[in-house]
């Protein structure tokens, strides 16, 4: 069945580079996309980008100028990279399974994520 | 971007009719989609492009809307109901409403 995970450090420094990975079972990510979510505690949910079928990527302008999105395909693995990290960055991260056009139909458990000296 | 505005909280007893509104500030044609969190839990998606049932999704479940305005609708609420419920346009970049807080009484 699919199934998405994501691993990373529970906390970081300020002005750190943040890296998650998620790996995924029961899909190929050559044939879906895999877009990255950020939920601020007892918040809602932000879209922060997206790597596609294909390999592009789309990113929120937000934070666009500081994240990097890339796969391994033969690892089953999506990378996510956010550098010049700030306590707003805080929060639980999830990637989801997403194709263009569709929702985000299969969600992984989530990585808490709190950036703090 | 797309801004989606839900209503922040409803509170509803079971075995009502709920419905859960959802505006977007342009038209995103039939381009949304539903999802409930449970506390604690990641979402799960229940309805995609507006109207279609996730497979798994209970029946109780419904969508409908196109344009600007759209509903989710849960008929009749059951207590495991209780979540907070997302919108989600996909017309452009991703964006999501603020989640409406569902409250059984």
């Known amino acids: 069945q699919v199934q998405l995970k994501e691993s990373g450090p529970g906390l970081m420094q300020p002005s750190e580079t943040l890296s998650l990975t998620c790996t995924v079972s029961?899909?190929?990510?050559?044939?879906?996309?895999v877009g990255w979510v950020r939920q601020p505690l007892g918040k809602g949910l932000v879209w922060m980008g997206t790597i596609w079928a294909g390999g592009s990527t789309n990113y929120n302008s937000a934070v666009q100028s500081r994240l990097s999105i890339s796969r391994d395909t033969s690892k089953s693995q999506v990378f996510l990279k956010m550098n010049s990290l700030q306590p707003e960055d805080t929060g639980t991260y999830y990637c989801a399974r997403h194709n263009s056009g569709y929702g985000f139909d299969y969600w992984g458990q989530g990585v808490m994520v709190t950036v703090s000296s | 971007d797309t801004v989606l505005t839900q209503s922040p909280a409803l509170a509803v007893s079971p075995g009502e009719r709920v419905t859960i509104s959802c505006r977007a500030s342009?038209?995103?044609?039939?381009?949304m989609h539903w999802y409930q969190q449970k506390p604690g839990q990641q979402p799960t998606l229940l309805i995609y492009l507006a109207s279609n049932l996730e497979s798994g999704v209970p029946a109780r479940f419904s969508g409908s809307g196109s344009g600007t305005d759209f509903t989710l609708t849960i008929d009749p609420v059951e207590a495991d109901d209780t979540a907070t419920y997302y919108c989600q346009q996909s017309w452009n970049d991703p964006t999501f409403g603020g989640g409406t807080k569902l409250e059984l009484k």
């Open positions: 029961g899909f190929s990510l050559t044939s879906n996309g």
């Open positions: 342009e038209s995103v044609s039939t381009l």
